[in-house]
């Protein structure tokens, strides 16, 4: 990894996201956080820690954790090698957890969320992205070749794990029951998305969702569901 001092340093921390992701989850943490001084942050999973160091150079106490060891931090964030899967949290001990790009990665999803919910403070706020296998295009990937975009079957005769590390999909209403059985609040929902024309958006709206609320209709058209989850007061 390059030095601090490479000018391509921060390019570099965020290339292991899906593009345009990290401002998108700025954008959102932004509108639930004005101010981020002092603010308790987990990370997890960090990867190469461009959020977590967005955060801490504005101020925030940012813990991390990934399963690969992470560049030392320039402005105090702290970086812990950690499962995911095993790891022990604090209850009640963060102010905003992000958990961007991870949870479709977990053999536990269910036991993540209840983890998270759990470390998260009242009145703190969650915002966690993964694939989403509601868009229009995945559920047309579906329909052509059985599985959601981004994800592929492990051949049945011999032991390798998908190329992208994917085991979940993680649909809205997976989302909206673990809110529920642990106590929070679906705030908002947005994409990373691609634009379609307004009518298409209103015909499959009709099509794909129409039992459930409004907000749910962005998923149509974005790659990536973004979900912020506010625990109560």
């Not at 990370?43 to 955060?55: F, I, N, R, V, Y």
Request: charged share 20%; with cysteine.
């Amino acid at each position: 990894m390059p030095s601090p001092e490479n000018n391509h340093y921060e390019n570099h921390r965020a290339q292991m996201a899906a593009p345009r992701l990290h401002a998108a989850i700025l954008d959102e943490i932004k509108r639930a956080f004005p101010e981020l001084r002092g603010l308790r942050v987990l990370d997890a999973p960090c990867g190469a820690g461009a959020l977590s160091e967005e955060l801490a150079k504005a101020g925030a106490i940012v813990e991390g954790l990934d399963l690969a060891p992470v560049e030392s931090s320039d402005y105090g964030a702290t970086y812990k090698v950690e499962n995911l899967e095993t790891c022990i949290l604090s209850p009640g001990f963060y102010d905003l957890i992000l958990s961007v790009e991870g949870i479709e990665h977990l053999q536990n999803p269910m036991g993540w969320f209840e983890k998270i919910a759990l470390a998260l403070k009242p009145g703190g706020v969650i915002i966690l992205s993964t694939p989403n296998p509601d868009a229009l295009s995945s559920r047309w990937k579906v329909f052509l070749r059985g599985y959601p975009q981004y994800f592929s079957p492990v051949p049945m005769n011999h032991d390798v794990f998908r190329e992208s590390g994917h085991i979940h999909s993680i649909p809205y209403l997976f989302i909206e029951w673990a809110c529920l059985r642990n106590t929070l609040e679906l705030a908002s929902i947005k994409t990373k998305s691609e634009r379609l024309p307004a009518i298409i958006e209103r015909f499959l709206y009709k099509i794909f969702y129409k039992n459930f609320s409004e907000k749910v209709g962005v998923l149509i058209k974005g790659s990536v569901a973004i979900y912020t989850i506010r625990k109560p007061i």
